[in-house]
């Protein structure tokens, strides 16, 4: 049994390499194509039965003002009148000021945290419950506290991403192995050389793992934030606004952006993550 | 503190070590430890996993203190770990994200800060060199074997010369090849570098191959050093040549059967309960220590046919020891309740053979008479050495020639019948012949590879050489001492007093297995008994307790007769103050004891001629109790309980004999 197994995946392997990509992969490429046809063909038939006032997704081409900012992300008409892109530049600029915001002090506060048990015992149950609280409960208090819309956005992304990177860091600080730490007892390595040569390094891969589940909870959390807060450029308020306005298409092309962004971003932290830690 | 001596580098004094255990107890894992590391040595820590050599270890490191007593390093008190203690741990501990080059850098560069940048990098790429890992220096961790990663790790620990370097199993994990060219490699250099170190191994040839010592760990709890070995074997020593060095096997036995006993011990200590007193006895679960030999049979039939139970003691069980030492420690230790002995070791530990530390321990029956027999290289047969004057002939001109025969125990009457045997024809056996101790079932093959030229030792092993054509009998205990006592029952002197109705039901017990193995009708059965694999484990062909078959005789000249067992008769089991005398004697005629001024008192507390008779009469036994008069040996001399003194100083070929007063205890019963 065994041998035969062993020759056929060996007749398989061999012609394998000499083959072009694409029929290496067709499985890996076709059917997720045919997976999401499938579905956009069930959503377009189920629109057009009537059953539903949601349009279909031909309707991103067939209504005009959306076919409009399908074609054109980039104009700019001053005021809110901008372009998909740049509407969704000014939340990726937002999130960006927070989440910088978040990993400085989540990263910090958790070393700190995790590197002091007592410090640890006294803020673990705090910091686990406020975890817990929704991005958009934090929307009112930001907004009462901050007065204004911009810095009440950015905290809005602080406080919802920092939490995964500072629990993520603490505890990849007291999961540091003992042995590690002997080396530096051994060596008697001073405060500052056991955190640049072991401490930080040791715990870089939990810290990965907060930043890269940050980095989705703080694109979520601008979206909510920004749908909340009139009269600001952001794909947020665009969502809202035309809600509004009742252009129901627009709506979902911006989806379609947030959805690619999102994706984006969670890659881009994943492969910063595989640049600095070849292994992980 | 003042007899540290100037080369002293570590010192471990009086240290305990207890751990709180997560229910609130304590766990004590080391007591009482002393030791000292001089400058320049190397010293090996083994013993079983648990032992807490490892704890011992971190302490030396610094890692953990001690819970009581001190852990010094010239002078000052270990109280953190430092660059000078250096550790090679025993998962490598490299750093994942560091070079190979980075992790040796990281040492030397924050340990010797007193050096240039220059003469940094010199050390770091020296020591690259040194573990030969030129070709692998950029690379991280994870792409190197075990091996290369152990390496990496001693060239960090290196490079940054500590004082002492430790070593915790640092070849544990990696395969055998790999480990035997580290343990050179790092041999050289600690040689190389006059490095002190300590190294925790369980390996017992890594252990002897680096070490100048190697410290026995008893099994925890409460661990502590059970001994210590000086290895003192040529340097520079190489893996491959150091196995042929005459000593190799007699060290590597020498802490295999340390480890064994301590494996033993446990397993008797988990089994040991508290005495069970029970049918007017003050304990019927006895642990009784045997070695497989055909002499064992009494134990084993009181056993098999239910004797023992008969006589109250319900719970026996039957320990198998592969040595008498095993016996002589297990009686020591108190692990054993009494066992079967070789004749002379009663008087042997009771005059301190053992250790210098007198011990009490009497006899109360002896077991077998003959059964012994001396066994020569069938090479000596082909030589044509027939008789004793041949052999005499044959050692006189061979004088470059080192003749080394086996004996079981400095005590046993193998090693006082070969050695009379041997002076009555003028053969010194002291300077002669080599005579070194080994364990009756080892006898054989080493005879077989050659490392013995004889041996004298119990059935079957006499016979069995002959059969297989190894080597032949030349002479039998019928021609040297017929009826000499064989084996004798030992148990200790304040277990005696401690348990005496127990003891005189085990004598009885005994007595009645030894008239049962005398009987001719039960040989067979006996012989199957004996034979299983739980007792001698050996064909029965090879066991006899009548006259074997001719064809164990067929080497010519067979010696006069077979010297068969007696278990039992007129004489034979009462034990005699002449004969433990004459092993008192000859001990000390040959250097092993010195020759106790309170003889009498000795022979007195030893010799429990009242317990025998007592039980021999209540068995309705009168007529055993016979006494024997003076001894006759086969060179005509006669030997009488009177003036062994005078015994001695009439005798030729002697070691200088020294005569001392044996100091006592006086009898206390303790229970063991």
Known sequence: MVTQTEKQTRTVKLPRTSKPFWNSRTQDILLPILGTLGFLIVWQLFSASGLTRLPGPLSLWTDTRTRQLLMYPFYDLGGLDKGLFWQTLASLGRVAQGYSMAAVVGISVGILVGSNHLLNKAFDPLFQFLRMVAPLAWVPIALVALQQNQPAAIFVIFITAVWPILINTAEGVRQIPTDFQNVAKVLQLSRKDYYINILFPAALPYIFTGLRIAIGLAWLAIIAAEIVMSGIVGIGFFIWDAYQQNYISEIILAVIYIGAVGLLLDRGIAYIQRLILPKA | MNDLVANDLVAVEQVDKAFTLANGGEYIALAGINLTIKQGEFVSLIGHSGCGKSTLLDMIAGFSQPTAGLVSMEGKQVTEPGPNRMVVFQNYSLLPWMT????????????????????????????????????????????????????????????????????????????????????????????????????????????????????????????????????????????????????????????????????????????????????????????????????????????????????????????????????????????????????????????????????????????????????????????????????????????????????????????????????????????????????????????????????????????????????????????????????????????????????????????????????????????????????????????????????????????????????????????????????????????????????????????????????????????????????????????????????????????????AEIPLTAPVARAA
Request: net charge negative.
């Open chain 2, 100 to 659: 190979v080059r980075q992790n040796i850098e990281l040492a030397v560069k924050k340990v010797m800060i007193e050096l240039s940048p220059v003469e940094q990098q010199q050390i770091v790429e020296h020591h690259i060199d040194l573990v030969g890992l030129r070709h692998a220096a950029d690379k991280p961790p994870e792409q190197l074997s075990g091996g290369m990663k152990q390496r990496v790790a001693i060239a960090r620990a290196l490079a940054i010369r500590p004082k002492l370097l430790l070593l915790d199993e640092p070849f544990g994990a990696l395969d055998a090849l790999t480990r035997g060219n580290l343990q050179e490699q790092l041999m050289k250099i600690c040689e190389e570098n006059q490095v002190t170190a300590v190294m925790v191994t369980h390996d017992v040839d890594e252990a002897l191959l680096l070490s100048d010592r190697v410290v026995m760990l008893t099994n925890g709890p409460s661990s502590n050093i059970g001994q210590i070995l000086e290895v003192d074997l040529p340097r520079p020593r190489r893996r491959m040549e150091i196995v042929n060095h005459p000593n190799y096997y007699s060290y590597r036995s020498e802490i295999i059967y340390f480890l064994n006993q301590q494996k033993r011990i446990k397993q008797l200590r988990a089994r040991k309960q508290s005495a069970i007193a029970r049918h007017g006895l003050e304990k019927v679960n006895l642990e009784i220590g045997y070695v497989p030999l055909t002499a064992c049979a009494p134990l084993v039939i009181a056993k098999e046919k239910g004797l023992f139970a008969h006589h109250g003691l319900d719970e026996v069980n039957l320990v198998r020891e592969t040595s008498w030492r095993g016996i002589q420690d297990g009686i020591a230790g108190g692990h054993l309740d009494a066992a079967q002995m070789p004749s002379g070791m009663p008087v042997w530990m009771t005059v301190g053979g053992m250790d210098n530390k007198p011990l009490p321990v009497v006899s109360a029956l002896t077991l077998t008479r003959n059964g012994n027999a001396i066994t020569l290289d069938k090479q000596f047969n082909d030589q044509g050495i027939f008789v004793l004057e041949d052999l005499k002939k044959f050692l006189l001109e061979t004088p470059e020639k080192q003749h080394t025969f086996g004996v079981v125990h400095p005590a046993s009457m193998h090693n006082l019948l070969l050695r009379y045997w041997l002076a009555s024809a003028g053969i010194n056996p002291n300077q002669d012949t080599t005579i070194s101790t080994l364990p009756p079932a080892q006898m054989l093959a080493n005879l077989q590879a050659g490392n013995i030229d004889g041996y004298c030792v119990g059935e079957p092993w006499n016979t069995w050489a002959a059969m297989e054509g190894i080597g032949y009998t030349i002479a039998t205990d019928l021609e040297i001492w017929n009826g000499h006592p064989g084996k004798v029952l030992g148990v200790r002197e304040d277990w005696s007093l401690a348990y005496p109705n127990t003891h005189v039901a085990l004598v009885k017990a005994l007595l009645e297995a030894c008239r049962y193995c005398m009987d001719g009708n039960n040989r067979d059965e006996i012989r199957e008994i004996l034979s299983r694999a739980d007792y001698l484990g050996a064909d029965v062909e090879y066991i006899h307790l009548g006259d074997p078959d001719a064809n164990t005789c067929d080497l010519q000249p067979s010696p006069a007769a077979y010297a068969h067992h007696q278990f039992f008769g007129s004489g034979v089991n009462r034990p005699s103050r002449t004969e433990h005398l004459w092993l008192m004697t000859q001990m000390a005629r040959w250097g092993d004891i010195p020759f106790p001024r309170n003889w009498v008192e000795i022979l007195e507390r030893v010799c429990k001629v009242s317990l025998f008779s007592l039980a021999a009469r209540e068995l309705g036994m009168p007529e055993i109790t016979y006494s024997r008069g003076p001894i006759q040996l086969f060179d005509g001399v006669t030997f009488t309980a009177d003036d062994p003194i005078t015994y001695l100083n009439n005798l030729e070929i002697k070691h200088d004999i020294y005569m």
